[in-house]
């Protein structure tokens, strides 16, 4: 017998905090595949951000510096500046980079920082109990938009890697999901090339991955697996937005 | 006991059952007994191991890792 898939090597052997079937863990893996592929382990410095996914340092087998809410592109700036040879990850959610990052996110892409920035768009704050995020949909209730969000009072769920593609400094942008082996493997494809792109020095490299968040959707993991395609992907359409050679 | 295709690591699992979502076979059930965590985990059952191809979507769709694939050999020595 030989073994077809197995946990990657940058990914500790350790459970996560997470929520079952929460893709958080789904979306570490494909990250450590990444670097398991590209053999950069050694090399590689995570910057964590705050959310649910900030023990980045817990489950990844690299150096991880955690950065305070939202700055994590400003930190990952600063490490890439200072080790140029060093392969260089932010990991954040929509509450991180849409909302208290926005001005981070924007400028470090616009400014075409070379590292690559892996951002978790579940449509909620899911670490705080599920408040209101830029990226919540039109009508879905949250614990601070009881009666649905209001785009009226609330503004529109901002589509942050078409956004991102629009900086001149962005070299490549897209957005996959988690939701079926098919988006999976396309969804590793673009991690794997995002990594690609900072190792070739071509530039900031932008993937956002569509994620569910169960416990604060009040749904079971098959339901909200099941919303990403139903409701997400509709507003939030999977496709790649800047791809410069 | 042949050796099994599909491997689910009990303790991990946190009965999501996406595993099952994603196998084209439908080879994986859930338990109806708590595992340590107090969850209900993903079953491989042996008698399904012949007609699993070892395809792995099971594996990649698992957001905890929990699962390990193998392949027959060319040869089919097990
Ligand atoms: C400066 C600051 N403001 C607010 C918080 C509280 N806080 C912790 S996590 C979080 C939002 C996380 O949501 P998101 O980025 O969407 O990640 P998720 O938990 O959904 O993965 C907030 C507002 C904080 N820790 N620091
Ligand atoms: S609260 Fe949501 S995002 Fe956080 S671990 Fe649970 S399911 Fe995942
Ligand atoms: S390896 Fe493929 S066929 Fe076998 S249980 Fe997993 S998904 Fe099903
Ligand atoms: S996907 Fe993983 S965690 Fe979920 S039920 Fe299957 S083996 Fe368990």
Known sequence: ?245 | MPSMKVVIDEARCKGCALCTLACPKKLIRMSEKLNRQGFLPAVFPEACNQDCTSCALCAQMCPDVAITVQKEEKGGAQ
């Open chain 1, 1 to 245: 017998m030989k073994t077809v898939f197995s946990r990657p090597a940058s990914l500790k052997d350790v459970a996560t905090h997470f929520c079952p079937g929460c893709q958080h863990g789904l979306i570490h893996r494909l990250v450590a595949d990444a670097m398991d592929h590209f053999g950069v382990q050694q090399q590689t410095i995570g910057v964590a951000s705050v959310g649910c996914s900030v023990f980045l340092y817990e489950y990844f087998d690299i150096d991880v510096v955690e950065a305070p809410h939202g700055r994590a592109p400003a930190v990952a700036t600063g490490v890439k500046r200072a080790r140029p040879e060093s392969c260089v990850f932010t990991y954040q959610g929509d509450g991180d980079l849409a909302a208290i990052g926005t001005s981070e996110i924007i400028h470090a892409a616009n400014r075409g920082e070379n590292f690559t920035a892996l951002f978790v768009n579940n449509t909620t704050y899911g670490m705080t109990g599920g408040q209101m995020a830029p990226t919540t949909l039109p009508g879905q209730r949250s614990l601070t938009s009881p009666e649905g969000r209001d785009v009226a009072l609330d503004g529109y769920p901002m589509r942050m890697a078409e956004v991102i593609a629009a900086l001149d400094g962005t070299a490549y942008s897209v957005r996959v999901a988690v939701n079926s082996p098919k988006n999976i493997l396309a969804a590793g494809k673009a991690i794997k090339k995002a990594f690609e792109y900072q190792l070739e020095n071509k530039g900031f490299a932008f993937v956002e991955v569509l994620s569910s968040c169960p416990t604060n959707w009040g749904m079971d993991a098959l339901a909200a697996n099941e919303r990403v395609e139903t409701e997400m992907i509709p507003y939030f359409n999977l496709g790649t937005f800047k791809e410069r050679s």
